[in-house]
Nanobody
Framework: QVQLVESGGGLVQAGGSLRLSCAAS????????MNWYRQAPGKQRELVAS???????NYADSVKGRFTISRDNAKDAVYLQMNSLNSEDTAVYYC?????????????WGQGTQVTVSS
């Protein structure tokens, strides 16, 4: 199993920046990819950014050019640098670890961190 703890959320003015962190522990070697999701009130959880073990990244169209996902393998951590924030980015942000165990791909979630962008 993998345990994830997010941090770095908070209140920021529109146009500002935040950096989210996700610290992983447990079966680190089973992790294949790390994702950041977000869920705004009344909306479905959506994938924001992902990074594979090989370093390949993908972003939702809504955050391309503004958000950057990165990882520090030495610290077993993943980060989400968020710039040029706007009110549409207000949501709870969740870190997810995608693992592989045999032929199964269990996913693990953190508890989430609130990001609120004031206009």
């Amino acid at each position: 199993q993998v345990q994830l703890v997010e941090s770095g959320g908070g209140l920021v003015q529109a146009g500002g920046s935040l950096r989210l962190s996700c610290a992983a522990s447990g079966s680190i070697s089973s992790i294949n990819a790390m994702n950041w999701y977000r869920q705004a009130p009344g909306k479905q959880r959506e994938l924001v950014a992902s990074i594979t073990n090989g370093g390949s990244t993908n972003y939702a169209d809504s955050v391309k050019g503004r958000f950057t996902i990165s990882r520090d393998n030495a610290k077993d951590a993943v980060y989400l640098q968020m710039n040029s924030l706007n009110s549409e980015d207000t949501a709870v942000y969740y870190c997810q670890a995608v693992t592989r165990v045999g032929d199964t791909w269990p996913g693990y979630w953190g508890q989430g961190t609130q990001v609120t962008v004031s206009s």
